[in-house]
């Protein structure tokens, strides 16, 4: 019997590949959870309703749909002008209302998705996955805010302007819709596998932070043993706490002896007392102060004030 041509294997082994890259993508396009056999406890998966879930969360207009609906929510967010003592404008106001709606997209989403996927109770759940927990929350705080402004409205609580009202302030949930732009790693299966892969990264990077906070620390306790407690001398007008200071500049270290700054001003004195420059924050007394000036050498930003201060002193 003659062997199938080699033709037939690589066709073969083309589909198998095709097959398990849409199994990928499907999974990916899912947030990775396959169809457990039931879900919620009840719903098994001949349910016509979570049949019709299902069919709804892989239909790829709905991915396309949520994806618009969050680009237009992070157009919204970016549009919207906060403004003291409650003030509003009709552009705010258009946007609460709009709000409700993004609301209501994205709760219908988490709910078909919990129905298809399951809510927590196996392996691949809804909540399995962190993405997806960041959608809930969103959409759990969402509609809580807005039970909560229901529950405060049918009260007759209501914030006066410029005044806090007596029901629940509801600026702290509020500013959870900053989150929402978040939704749009969830929803571009690329994005997760960046956010993956920069979360892989964070480890290494602590490594290197620890690296460098050990440098840092080393060269703060050198400065500590050179300088400590030189840098808050200046120059005074003799038998006052005056300081004495050329015009248009700030002060600045001096030396009694060696080779520092010495004071010119007629009737002046180098002396004690003087709580060191920006205002007694770059100086070499303990070991925070000193790690604080070497950060800022490090930095790059004023480098040359520290610089030209230490060889006043020296």
Request: glycine share 6%.
């Amino acid at each position: 019997m003659a062997d199938p041509p080699l033709s037939s294997y690589i066709m073969d082994e083309e589909t198998l590949k095709r097959k398990q890259k849409e199994k990928l993508k499907k999974l990916m396009a899912t947030g990775g959870n396959p169809r457990p056999l039931r879900s919620l406890f009840f719903l098994s998966l001949k349910n016509p309703i979570r049949r019709a879930s299902i069919n709804i969360v892989e239909w790829k207009p709905f991915e396309i749909i949520i994806l618009l609906a969050i680009f237009a929510n992070c157009v919204a967010l970016a549009v919207y002008l906060p403004m003291p003592e409650e003030d509003s404008n009709n552009t705010n106001s258009n946007l609460e209302s709009l709000e409700y709606i993004f609301l209501l997209i994205f709760s219908v989403e988490c709910f078909l998705k919990i129905v298809a996927y399951g809510f927590l109770f196996h392996a691949d759940a809804y909540l399995r996955n962190c993405w997806n927990i960041l959608d809930f929350v969103c959409v759990s705080v969402g509609l809580f805010s807005v039970a909560m402004d229901a529950i405060n409205h049918l009260s007759g609580v209501e914030a006066q302007v410029g005044e806090k009202g007596g029901g629940f302030d509801m600026k702290a949930l509020r500013a959870f819709r900053v989150l929402r732009p978040l939704r749009l790693v969830s929803g571009v299966p690329s994005l997760q596998v960046v956010m993956n892969s920069i979360m892989k990264s964070m480890l290494p990077l602590f490594h290197i932070t620890l690296l460098v906070f050990f440098m840092v620390t080393i060269y703060s306790i050198m400065g500590l043993e050179l300088f400590k407690c030189k840098m808050h001398k200046t120059c005074y007008y003799t038998g006052t706490n005056i300081i004495a200071t050329v015009e248009n500049e700030k002060a600045s270290p001096c030396a009694q002896a060696g080779n520092g700054r010495r004071c010119t001003i007629n009737g002046t004195e180098c002396r004690a007392g003087w709580p060191g420059p920006n205002n007694g924050i770059t100086h070499f007394d303990n070991l925070g102060f000193s790690m604080l000036t070497v950060y800022q050498c490090i930095t790059t930003q004023g480098w040359t004030d520290v610089l030209y201060w230490m060889s006043q002193r020296a």
